[in-house]
């Protein structure tokens, strides 16, 4: 387990050719569950990156994996705003780093990755989420939560195909084989997503020890309740434990307290000359 960041009760950052101010607060809490011998969970909780990684490969090896990705992205990730080339770049860094971890194993050895990163598109502050595996991010807005990311796991593809119901797909035999991870001698492939930054928006970054443990309404109503980040980040994993907890746990909450009035219309092109639109087929998912 490799922890990168604190919280923050204000962090304030200035939009560049604006008087504006962008406002955030943040927290993010792991904990090993009841069941496991060890935390191979790992975060980033540092403005402009925000982001969760659950390693996979048995004895230290996860926990290796994920604490490269963390630890590449901290290194790329600088300054008051990042860019989606620079979150590449670190991915495929820390690919290259779990090789060596893995040594030639059978197995193998990968993590899943996934965050939000403040960036600037149109010189308009928006997180740009990515996504590997089966880790999350969601938004909440307005009362309204919607699962930005979309699962590569196989069961997903069976919930996308008709064949199996999302109330069902949790308990199906094949729920923790993932089609996608950071690793395994394989390029990193993600998927993206632009989400404009405004006043009130939180932001949930986990892995899937907490949505294997409690459902989507559930994680709504803690983020509807008006506590702290911290407050939020704390209830949603003792909510995981309290209902098992057979896996590591981590929340990563983010809170924008204050953004900019307005944001102009999407491009379709980022400021760093990387067109999302190609990378991300497919839109967030109201619940």
């Given at each position: 387990m490799?922890?990168?960041?604190?919280?923050?009760?204000?962090?304030?950052?200035?939009?560049?050719?604006?008087?504006?101010l962008?406002?955030?607060?943040?927290?993010?809490?792991?904990?090993?569950?009841?069941?496991?011998?060890?935390?191979?969970?790992s975060?980033?909780?540092?403005?402009?990156?925000f982001?969760?990684?659950d390693?996979?490969?048995?004895?230290?090896?996860?926990?290796?994996?994920?604490a490269?990705?963390?630890?590449?992205?901290?290194?790329?990730?600088?300054?008051?705003?990042?860019?989606?080339?620079?979150?590449?770049?670190?991915?495929?860094?820390?690919?290259?780093?779990?090789?060596?971890i893995?040594?030639?194993s059978a197995?193998?050895?990968?993590?899943?990755?996934t965050?939000?990163?403040?960036?600037l598109r149109?010189g308009?502050?928006?997180?740009?989420?990515?996504?590997?595996?089966?880790?999350?991010?969601y938004?909440?807005?307005?009362?309204?939560?919607?699962?930005?990311?979309?699962?590569?796991?196989?069961?997903?593809?069976?919930?996308?195909?008709?064949?199996?119901?999302k109330?069902d797909?949790?308990?199906?035999?094949d729920?923790?084989v993932?089609?996608?991870?950071?690793?395994?001698?394989?390029?990193?492939?993600?998927?993206?997503?632009?989400?404009?930054?405004?006043?009130?928006?939180?932001?949930?970054?986990c892995?899937?020890?907490?949505t294997?443990?409690?459902?989507?309404?559930?994680?709504?109503?803690?983020?509807?309740?008006?506590?702290?980040?911290?407050?939020?980040a704390?209830?949603?994993?003792?909510?995981a434990?309290?209902?098992g907890?057979?896996?590591?746990?981590?929340?990563?909450?983010?809170?924008?307290i204050?953004?900019?009035?307005?944001?102009?219309?999407?491009?379709?092109?980022?400021?760093?000359?990387?067109?999302?639109?190609?990378?991300?087929?497919?839109?967030?998912?109201?619940l």
């Open positions: 490799t922890e990168i960041g604190t919280g923050s009760i204000v962090h304030s950052i200035a939009i560049p050719g604006s008087d504006e962008l406002t955030l607060s943040w927290a993010a809490v792991t904990d090993v569950g009841r069941r496991r011998a060890a935390n191979e969970d975060y980033l909780a540092r403005s402009p990156g982001v969760v990684a390693g996979m490969g048995g004895h230290s090896a996860g926990d290796l994996a994920s490269a990705v963390v630890e590449r992205l901290a290194e790329a990730l600088t300054g008051d705003f990042s860019t989606v080339v620079d979150l590449e770049r670190a991915l495929a860094s820390a690919t290259d780093d779990i090789t060596i893995a040594d030639g197995l193998g050895v990968g993590t899943t990755a965050g939000a990163v403040l960036v149109d308009n502050p928006y997180f740009a989420v990515f996504n590997i595996g089966d880790s999350r991010v938004s909440f807005e307005g009362n309204e939560l919607t699962q930005v990311t979309i699962d590569h796991s196989v069961v997903q593809e069976l919930v996308e195909s008709g064949a199996l119901s109330e797909a949790e308990f199906h035999p729920s923790n993932i089609t996608r991870a950071v690793g395994f001698g394989v390029a990193p492939l993600a998927d993206y997503w632009m989400i404009p930054v405004r006043a009130g928006l939180r932001i949930l970054v892995s899937d020890g907490l294997k443990e409690i459902n989507d309404e559930r994680i709504r109503l803690h983020l509807a309740a008006g506590l702290s980040s911290e407050e939020t704390g209830a949603l994993v003792d909510a434990l309290a209902a907890g057979r896996d590591n746990v981590t929340v990563v909450i983010v809170d924008v204050a953004a900019p009035t307005a944001t102009a219309g999407d491009s379709g092109d980022s400021d760093d000359g990387y067109d999302i639109e190609d990378t991300a087929p497919r839109p967030p998912r109201a």
